[in-house]
């Protein structure tokens, strides 16, 4: 398998002791806890993918564009960015598994794209059937044209890297030199109010070498925050505009827009050598991780905007979430670790990956939640079309997410590990093969339900191994290490062993929503209650204090670890507070409490679920 687009750096950003991302195919899942994963993604997943863009029009938006057929554009006039999500993560699977119905169906579906271009270089299709060439950039606030014109060009990279295929790399080039033209201080000054191209003109600049790229990259990145959008009337802080990206000290506003923003400033700073930049990215990403971040890794804590909060406004049941943030902040702590090789966003994107991004899409593989909350009510209403209280869906109206878990599953192993002149990284566990140089490691895991790391290499080889920051007692070898960095270990025969007790964590108490609360975690896994494994009504209970907590086998959900405590549950007949006592209700009986892993709530049946548990 390949890895992912944004994980090619040019040779002036692989100066010695930098981590390097491994190539196509020298990175390779093969079994354990992702191989299924991936394998429905592939079977299933995308190719219904397509089945719904054609239904909900987006293709035929560029059929018409190209000029085949006559009628209106269709759907939201960011309907192109979803039919390229869907190309790139083609283009990962059969990068992954090649297979020749895939490959045609890619080439059916450029060869539309390519025919929709405008001789100058322009392609949006909705705005192209809407507004004719008169109607370009100009509510590029709200027009997505930059958006778009991102995820053609990563489609485009990952379509030559996995089938060698040029012809989308072709419209994406004439699409960025349009861009180029039109763009720039002595051009049009303004920006798209949605995030992405960044990411998309450095990874095209690393495809290429052609510098004016990574040029107009860095213009983007640096006109931020000077007064571009409130030009337009409209509030800087939901765009990320607010404040220059030199000088902001957290992420603020729409989350996906901001960590796209970040991630793309990261490849900029990765190429330029910037390193002015990505000191105040290090701090943006440390303040987001410690203050915005929910437990999951969810990001973004308002329904109102999709926006992250204030400092510690996490409320649990509110949680917004976006399944499109964590993929963002995946791909942004990606970054800052080949930037940077600290262990702490290895531990973010494990922490993202396992459960703000994983509870998107179901077991099956081909439904999805779009919010991610960490508590549903029992008799929770499904007042909007994304309400988890819906359950899981097929798709949605705003589908941006269904086809970004596509392409980030075609892509994963492209996380796995890097290299540097001396050493091999793991940085993420999987079962699978990792080749570098004349060297092939074979890992052989069961993680997350096991904490055993087998690596076998074909010669003699230095390996350093993320140790995540709650793997206290962890072993190489036999050998104690210290968690919360990297283990170095040389030889053929490595086996790393990482503590699978599960903890019991306690909730910020500037978190107000969840002050007193625990959440149980295992592993990289966080855990949820949810009422199809409790006979006690999950809204009243409590987790008693000093509860152990048991972990055990089982053939549920696909054969999760379930873990077990002691808890008390509420009457469900009084109120929650006592006007005589002044104090919480706490009647009730002695139950055992069941949780299951937090991505694998809602396959079953919705009900009430929750993360955080109070303690009595």
Request: proline share 5%; charged share 20%.
């Amino acid at each position: 398998m390949s890895a992912p687009p944004e994980t090619s750096l040019s040779p002036a950003a692989t100066t010695k002791g930098r981590r390097r991302p491994l190539g196509l195919g020298q990175a390779t899942i093969t079994g354990g806890f992702w191989a299924p994963r991936q394998a429905r993604n592939g079977a299933d997943a995308i190719p219904s993918g397509q089945d719904q863009l054609e239904k909900a029009g987006n293709l035929q938006n560029l059929r018409l564009a190209a000029g085949i057929g006559e009628g209106e554009a269709i759907g939201p006039v960011f309907a192109d960015s979803d039919v390229y999500k869907w190309l790139e993560a083609a283009a990962w699977e059969y990068g992954r598994n090649p297979d020749e119905e895939l490959l045609q169906r890619i080439r059916d579906l450029t060869a539309v794209v390519a025919a929709a271009q405008r001789e100058d270089g322009y392609l949006d299709s909705v705005v192209q059937l809407r507004y004719g060439d008169e109607g370009r950039y100009q509510q590029l606030v709200w027009s997505h044209e930059h958006y778009c014109a991102g995820h053609l060009i990563q489609a485009a990279v990952a379509q030559v890297r996995c089938t060698g295929d040029r012809a989308l790399l072709d419209v994406a080039i004439k699409l960025a030199d349009h861009l180029g033209a039109t763009f720039g201080d002595d051009k049009t000054v303004d920006v798209d109010g949605h995030p992405v191209i960044e990411m998309a003109l450095v990874e095209l600049y690393r495809e290429t070498g052609t510098p004016a790229y990574l040029d107009l990259a860095q213009w983007f990145v640096d006109a931020r925050g000077h007064g571009i959008i409130e030009r337009h009337g409209h509030s800087p802080a939901y765009f990320s505009d607010r404040v220059p990206v030199r000088r902001a000290t957290t992420v603020e506003g729409h989350s996906v827009r901001a960590v796209y923003l970040a991630a793309g400033a990261t490849d900029v700073a990765l190429e330029t050598g910037d390193t002015e930049l990505l000191e105040a990215l290090k701090v943006q990403f440390d303040h987001m991780w410690s203050t915005k971040t929910y437990v999951t890794g969810g990001l973004g804590a308002r329904w109102d905007g999709e926006a992250f909060g204030d400092e510690y406004e996490l409320p649990p049941d509110r949680a917004y979430a976006e399944t499109c943030a964590a993929i963002g902040g995946i791909q942004w702590a990606w970054r800052m670790l080949l930037a940077t090789g600290e262990a702490s966003y290895g531990d973010a994107i494990e922490r993202m990956l396992y459960n703000g991004f994983l509870a998107g899409v179901s077991l099956g593989g081909s439904e999805y939640f779009y919010v991610n909350p960490l508590q549903l009510r029992g008799d929770a209403y499904a007042d909007n079309g994304r309400s988890p209280a819906h359950g899981r869906r097929g798709w949605f109206d705003c589908a941006c997410c269904p086809p970004n878990i596509m392409r980030t599953l075609a892509s994963l192993d492209g996380y796995l590990a890097t290299s540097t002149d001396d050493a091999v990284q793991i940085h993420q566990y999987a079962a699978g093969t990792i080749k570098s140089g004349d060297v092939e490691l074979t890992v052989e895991t069961n993680y997350p339900w096991d904490g055993t790391v087998r690596i076998t290499a074909t010669a003699p080889t230095a390996v350093e191994l993320r140790i995540p920051a709650w793997a206290e007692g962890a072993t190489v070898n036999g050998r104690s290490v210290d968690a919360g960095g990297y283990a170095r270990a040389e030889g053929t025969e490595i086996e790393l062993v990482l503590p699978l007790t599960p903890r019991v964590v306690g909730a910020d108490p500037r978190i107000d929503a969840v002050r007193g609360c625990v959440a149980i975690e295992r592993g990289p896994l966080v855990y949820a209650v949810e009422q199809a494994d409790n006979a006690a009504n999950v809204d009243d209970l409590h987790l008693l204090p000093e509860a152990p907590v048991v972990s055990g086998t089982s053939d549920l959900l696909d054969g999760v670890t379930v873990l077990r405590a002691q808890g008390r549950a509420g009457t469900g007949h009084q109120p929650g507070w006592s006007f005589r006592t002044g104090a919480a209700d706490s009647t009730g009986a002695d139950v055992e409490v069941v949780a299951v892993p937090y991505y694998a709530w809602a396959n079953r049946e919705i009900g009430a679920m929750r993360v955080w548990l109070p303690r009595t």
